[in-house]
């Protein structure tokens, strides 16, 4: 740490510690916590409402400056004065959103306080989740469950209405496309978060509509929250190229999400883009779902940690990059005890007498049951002791 760091600290942490001082002096705010790792302050307010505020948007519009304008904005987050009144004035103002899988869920923590479950959220593709925001003219606030049971709506009403209302962009963004002279790589740009545009691909047959449009499979990257890179007329030897330009977005986003490439399948869903091991965009592939997959289960590991009732070893995923190239992910389970495993590459097995030895996860579900437990996002699986010995024999045949 350097001198001025440590006797001033980072701009980052002193911007947050200035918004939680403002936060606290709110009356209607019974306590709140800034969280310098997630970069959030997580406040409830008297009448029970618990809530967090990511400071990552506040940051980069305000230049990381203390402001008039930010205590302006954080006056509006906290208590936004024009946030609807009941679901007729919510309903035309709801958008759904992208975020990592996990985003807003399990336990919020202020001081001693806590809500759980408290943002609206489902599964969109593997380790991302959909979300829904209403947006207001200077703010956005998710969706949380209290909402619905004020609203008098279910989640599939919510979450309908938020995709109709991106219809006209969604048909718009369709008619100004045509058949691509060769390759052609669409930078849809939307800075200042007021477009959605990047939330399109959560509209059922958007995507299939950009295939049939364009008489070409379509390439799709979602590097950060705002905005999207869509690809037509894609090449194996341009692939890679495509994907150093994604991971190059994903480093530099406010709020990364992935640098996976996405497309659609023969029904119209939008899927995760797979090659064969022989196609010079395997490795970068292979190297983009990890790094989502692990990002996302570090995430919920740290979270389901810190909580104080768990019901087992929450287990780590890891990255492994091997001597040849290759690159996989492993997690370990642990005798003795039940562990929730991240689904990975490789399980490896560590045993009393001291043997450590790799099986890959199809081989292990082929002689053991993992048992999903649907209550995690992103999944984990429930195991307990090492298998039998007879099985474990079997497993150590199958190491690699």
């Known amino acids: 740490m350097s001198f001025l760091g440590g006797m001033f600290g980072s701009p980052r942490n002193r911007f947050g510690k200035k918004v939680l001082e403002q936060v606290l002096g709110y009356e209607a705010v019974e306590t709140a916590h800034f969280d310098t790792e997630a970069f959030e ?35 509006n987050l906290i208590l936004p004065p ?31 306080l806590e809500g759980r479950d408290l943002v609206l959220s489902r599964p969109a593709l593997p380790f991302l989740t959909e979300m829904v925001v209403i947006d207001l003219p200077s703010t956005v606030q998710f969706v949380t469950k209290q909402e619905l049971s004020s609203w008098g709506v279910d989640a599939e009403q919510v979450y309908a209405v938020a995709h109709a209302n991106l219809t006209e962009l969604a048909m718009n963004t369709l008619e100004a496309l045509e058949p691509p002279q060769g390759m052609r790589v669409m930078d849809f740009v939307d800075d200042d978060g007021e477009s959605y545009v990047g939330s399109l691909p959560l509209v059922a047959g958007w995507l299939e509509g950009v295939r049939a449009r364009t008489d070409t499979r379509p390439l799709l990257f979602l590097p950060g929250h705002l905005g999207m890179l869509v690809v037509l007329g894609a090449t194996p030897t341009a692939l890679p190229q495509l994907l150093a330009l994604a991971a190059e977005r ?3 986003a406010l709020r990364p999400l992935s640098a996976v490439p996405y497309t659609v399948d023969d029904n119209g869903d939008v899927v995760p883009f797979e090659v064969d091991a022989d196609h010079p965009a ?5 190297r983009a779902h990890a790094q989502l997959a692990v990002g996302a289960y570090h995430a919920q590991t740290e979270r389901l940690r810190a909580e104080a009732e768990r019901e087992g070893a929450i287990m780590e995923l890891l990255h492994v990059r091997a001597p040849d190239g290759s690159e996989y992910t492993m997690t370990s389970w ?4 039940t562990n929730l495993l991240p689904a990975a590459d490789f399980i490896c097995f560590v045993t009393g007498d001291g043997d450590v030895f790799r099986v890959a996860w199809e081989d292990v579900s082929g002689l053991v049951t993992l ?15 090492h298998p039998p010995a007879e099985i474990m024999t079997r497993l150590r045949a199958l190491a690699s």
């Open 250 to 252: 994903l480093e530099g």
């Open 334 to 337: 642990t005798d003795g005890v």
């Open 282 to 286: 395997h490795g970068l592939i292979r």
């Open 41 to 75: 302050i997580g406040y409830r307010l008297k009448n029970g409402y618990v809530a967090k505020m990511n400071l990552g948007t506040l940051y980069r519009r305000f230049d990381g400056k203390i402001t008039a304008g930010l205590f302006q904005a954080v006056d």
């Open 371 to 385: 048992e999903l437990a649907a209550e995690y996002d992103p999944p984990r699986y429930r195991v307990h002791d």
């Open 82 to 112: 024009e946030a609807p009144q009941g679901w007729k004035q919510a309903a035309p103002r709801l958008r759904p959103v992208l975020r990592r899988a996990g985003y807003g869920s399990g336990a919020i923590r202020v001081g001693e």
